[in-house]
């Protein structure tokens, strides 16, 4: 037996309230009669016919005493525990990720999710091993097996709210490891989204109580002769069209508002033109409150200032000068090896089959089919080596990462260096550092491949110029909270700071090249701050939340086509509520009640 | 407290000599009773019949018709009459009020009595019986008895076997006259039974008032005995007071059974009867 509400039980002191008004109630009115020979024969003929009616007298106020204690029960959430003697182990599962910030719950649905949690594991029999697991970017066990009433109210109590997405597919894994470690265990999930564990049913506890939110899920600008235009795009996850006001300011000053309407369950895309040039950093806010405010919010950093400089040395590669001339906003040059004197002045150099002697000291160096030389050793060809798959950054955005090379040079991994891919122990592709300038190195030579007519060549080729031309360095895109980023400072940079938007300073280097930066739980404008001792360089980069329902669609998207499917089942609560039938029963009480009053023989 | 005026006296002078009331009973009285017997005044004749007083043989009558015929003759008797009038607080209720329809009723049954040369009594009593008024022998002393009832007062509780018990009374045939409201601790029956054995023709006048014949109550009541003042709760309803009705007719019954048994005239008077009516049923 439990309570739900137990404040509901200050009701009982209606018990002697109502004694005392029935010891108070209305003094009966008197009236002489000649003689009680005849009403004392009415008494005893009444209680003949109703045995019970020596209680009688008392009945009222007992009717009325059970109806209040019926009424307070029902307040107080009168509960039996259900399945009491059982001890299956449960893992209590919590989303903590951005969506379960919205309001439609107050205060909010993250908070409602552990307050239900809390409750129920308070419920679950004695000595019941709980699991908690906190979900969200990095979905972590946070508790294994207890059956510690303490431990486990605390550990749900140190869930905090997170502004990242659900990473479905990691979730999914820590879930079925736990579910192999307790096969038996109830897995309830607490959350505004349900998720499939393998063929494993769920118990899921939804949050999701209206849809009424929109978000700014796309925001970015292109520069145009007569300045900048930025691009937002909307998207009303409602049921309905919904106007909204939009607001863009530039380095925190107001430039437009405008007012636009969004479609049910559908995008709006808006335009802001005329963005003055000299802005470096861009904000677009709905100003429309919705249940999720978070989301209300976008940043972008506009790059400004000299094109990333590129030379590309070669005898002549027409896929790499063609690749390399159709990217906008950098200054692309092409040399001949025996033309070239001295290498400097470019923000990165594109060797093809060409490796000097004297590696340049103001930009990075890219090698395709790398000659003799003195930095590492080049031996003879390897044929037909398999390029599989890497998490490497230049293969980021990739569908289809493989391609086929017809031969490679055989290369003998020098220390500085680190593989990138590797054929038979002989890497194909990898990276290093020498003397602060970085070094990517292709074995083979891109004729020899596929590459050049696959669609991800010029996506490859940005990415290498993303990730190491110095200029570029640190610009920085398409972070979303909770993702490291990886610095690629100027070369003779001796310290860095990363100021973030809550005015937090944070030295990132030393190192060089610093260690990913983790902090960038906060969305928002972060400033970088690049001292070389002689002048201190200041850039931005921004953070922006995740477009969760678009990221844990595709995770769902790429779940389903595995096949499993697993069972999703309403959350039930581990006690069986009687607050319906008790108020029925009171009721009925109250009929009773009346029908005794109106059919009262004598009170 | 005037319980007789001059036209209800004369109403009731009018009933007794035009109806010619009279109350029977066994005891010889100064007035012509039902019974035959050898007074002077001459009644009939009947065929002599063995046994008969041949004294009274009409021989001119014999003469006539050749067959012996008696003559016969009303008989007078002298009949006490006892008025046994309840004075208990229980005849205070009602409206009117039970013991004024009780001394008017009294009064009048002692006006036809004295009319017809009998000797009147009036006991007035509730637990024990407070004195005997009387003898009133002549149609003079009538004002007499009317005063006396006039000063008589209620209290108490009744208790008529009782105060017959303690009363002290000449033994002998005679007519009592009980007007009370039956409402009586421990009932009737005793006292009737011992008037009985007292040689009593009896007339047991029930007086109840309208408000206990046909009770109005409503709402939650605190039900005061007038003569213990004892209190009942009741909370009026329907049921109530169908229940009351059975328990009425029960009581009503008991007491007409009881008078039954006993040989006594039984007479139900409501107090709001208009005192002929009341007298019509009593002695018509």
Same mark, same amino acid.
């Given at each position: ?121 308070? %419920? ?7 699991? +908690? ?174 094109? +990333? ?32 004197? %001295? ?10 089959? +060409? ?166 739980? %906060? ?81 | ?12 002078? &009018? ?30 004749? &009947? ?29 007078? &008797? ?34 036809? $009595? ?43 509780? $009744? ?10 009374? =000449?033994?002998? &045939?005679?007519? $009592? ?15 009737? =039974?011992?008037? =009985? ?11 109840? $008032? ?75």
């Amino acid at each position: 037996m439990t309570f739900v509400t137990p404040l509901g039980l200050i009701g009982l002191i209606a018990v002697p309230l109502i004694i005392i008004l029935y010891i108070m109630k209305q003094k009966r009115e008197k009236f002489v009669v000649s003689s009680h020979i005849l009403w004392q024969e009415v008494l005893r003929d009444m209680q003949a016919a109703t045995p019970w009616q020596k209680l009688r007298k008392n009945l009222l106020l007992f009717l009325q005493l059970l109806c209040a204690v019926l009424i307070v029960l029902a307040l107080s959430g009168f509960a039996l525990k259900s399945g009491g003697h059982t001890s299956q182990p449960v893992i209590i599962v919590i989303d903590s990720s951005l969506s379960m910030s919205s309001t439609d719950i107050k205060p909010t649905r993250l908070d409602a999710a552990k307050k239900d949690a809390q409750k129920y594991a308070g %419920e679950l029999p004695q000595r019941t091993p709980v699991t +908690v697991v906190n979900l969200n970017r990095e979905p972590e066990v946070l508790l294994y097996g207890s059956d510690s009433v303490n431990e486990i109210r605390a550990s749900i109590e140190s869930i905090e709210q997170t502004k990242t997405y659900t990473d479905v597919r990691r979730a999914e894994e820590l879930l079925l490891s736990l579910k192999n470690r307790q096969p038996e265990a109830l897995i309830v999930l607490f959350s505004d989204m349900p998720l499939r564990v393998g063929n494993e049913q769920i118990r899921f506890s939804n949050y999701k109580k209206q849809n009424d939110n929109i978000a700014v899920v796309r925001f970015t600008h292109a520069f145009r002769e007569d300045g900048i235009t930025a691009m937002s795009i909307l998207r009303n996850q409602g049921d309905s069209d919904s106007e909204v006001s939009l607001s863009l300011y530039g380095d925190g000053s107001f430039i437009d508002s405008q007012l636009v309407t969004v479609p049910k369950n559908g995008t709006r895309t808006v335009w802001w033109s005329n963005v003055p040039s000299s802005v470096k950093t861009l904000h677009c806010v709905i100003d429309t409150e919705d249940i999720l405010e978070a989301d209300n919010h976008a940043y972008d950093t506009v790059y400004g200032g000299k094109p +990333v400089r590129v030379l590309l040395v070669t005898e002549g590669n027409y896929f790499l000068e063609k690749v390399f001339s159709v990217i906008e906003g950098i200054e692309f040059t092409r040399t001949l090896p025996d033309e070239l004197t %001295e290498y400097k002045g470019y923000d990165l150099y594109v060797l093809d089959g +060409v490796v000097p002697g004297k590696l340049p000291g103001d930009g990075n160096i890219v090698v395709f089919n790398p000659a003799a030389n003195d930095h590492f050793a080049v031996g003879g060809w390897m044929d037909t080596p398999v390029i599989g798959p890497s998490e490497h950054v230049i293969f980021k955005h990739l569908d289809n990462p493989g391609f086929s090379v017809g031969r490679t040079r055989i290369i003998e991994k020098p220390d500085w260096a680190e593989t990138i891919i590797e054929y038979n122990g002989n890497p194909v592709i990898f990276e290093g550092l020498i003397n602060s300038t970085r070094i990517l190195v292709f074995g083979f030579n891109i004729y020899e491949t596929d590459l050049p007519i696959r669609t991800e060549f010029p996506i490859i080729i940005s990415n290498i110029l993303s990730e190491y031309a110095p200029a570029s360095g640190t610009r920085i895109s398409g972070v979303v909270t909770g993702e490291p980023v990886r610095f690629m400072l100027q070369p003779g940079t001796i310290m860095a700071n990363v100021i973030t938007p809550d005015g937090r300073n944070i030295e990132i280097a030393p190192p060089v090249p610093p260690q990913p930066f983790v902090q960038t739980e %906060e969305p928002g404008v972060y400033k970088i701050l690049q001292d070389n001792s002689i002048n201190v360089d200041e850039s931005f980069f921004v953070v922006n939340l995740p477009d969760e329902i678009q990221m844990e669609n595709v995770e769902h998207a790429v779940r389903e086509t595995g096949g499993e499917e697993g069972t999703i089942i309403p959350f039930k609560e581990n006690v069986k509520l009687f607050s319906l039938p008790l108020l029925c029963a009171a009721l009925l009480i109250l009929v009773l009640e009346w029908w005794c009053y109106a059919n009262r023989r004598y009170a | 407290m005037k319980i007789i005026d001059n036209d209800t006296l004369k109403k009731i002078q &009018r009933l007794a000599i035009k109806t010619g009331l009279k109350l029977e009973g066994q005891a010889a009285g100064n007035r012509k009773s039902l019974s035959k017997g050898s007074s002077v005044e001459f009644s009939d004749f &009947r065929e002599y019949s063995a046994g008969d007083d041949f004294r009274r043989i009409d021989w001119n009558a014999y003469g006539r018709f050749d067959k012996l015929f008696v003559k016969l003759f009303m008989e007078e &008797r002298e009949a006490p009459v006892r008025i046994f009038l309840d004075t208990s607080l229980s005849m205070n209720y009602g409206e009117p009020e039970k013991i004024i329809a009780a001394k008017r009723l009294a009064a009048a049954l002692t006006y036809i $009595s004295l009319n017809a040369y009998d000797r009147v009594y009036i006991n007035p009593w509730n637990s024990r019986v407070h004195g005997t008024f009387g003898p009133y022998s002549t149609p003079s002393s009538f004002v007499k008895a009317v005063n006396a009832l006039e000063t008589i007062e209620n209290r108490g509780k $009744s208790n008529f076997s009782e105060a017959l018990a303690k009363m002290e009374w =000449k033994t002998g &045939r005679g007519i $009592s006259i009980v007007i009370t409201d039956g409402l009586v601790e421990d009932g009737l029956e005793e006292g009737l =039974k011992y008037l =009985k054995y007292m040689k009593q023709d009896i007339y047991l006048c029930h007086i109840l $008032s309208p408000q206990e014949l046909e009770p109005e109550l409503d709402g939650a009541l605190e039900l005061v005995d007038i003569e213990t003042n004892d209190i009942i709760e009741v909370t009026a309803s329907g049921e109530l007071l169908d229940m009351y009705e059975k328990s009425l007719k029960r009581f009503l019954n008991n007491i007409k059974q009881q008078c039954k048994k006993f040989g006594i005239r039984y007479t139900l008077l409501r107090s709001d009867m208009a005192l002929e009516e009341m007298v019509l049923k009593v002695a018509g």
